[in-house]
């Protein structure tokens, strides 16, 4: 259903054919991109920045349980320090 949808109105899933791994790491990428860009967080008022916010959040959270993989954390340590 989706893929027809995505087909219908033209729009390539760039996800498609990545592992997990691939598209957190490509996300993560698009993420902190933005965040050196803008030098702020996506806001939740811009409807292009919700998905980034949503991961950003989902992220926190598991890293803030301690559920997160360690290559992951790993990763977004280095952003950050």
């Known amino acids: 259903m989706v893929d027809e949808l995505l087909q219908k109105y033209g729009i390539q899933n760039a996800y498609k054919d990545m592992t997990q791994d691939e598209r957190w790491l490509a996300r993560c990428n698009e993420v902190m991109r933005f965040l050196e860009e803008n030098h702020r967080n996506p806001s939740k008022h811009r409807i292009e920045e ?9 992220n926190r959270k598991a ?3 301690g559920t997160m ?3 992951r954390l790993r990763s ?3 952003f950050w320090n």
């Open 50 to 58: 919700h998905d980034m916010l949503n991961w950003l959040k989902a």
């Open 76 to 78: 977004l340590e280095n």
């Open 63 to 65: 890293m803030n349980a």
């Open 69 to 71: 993989k360690t290559e």
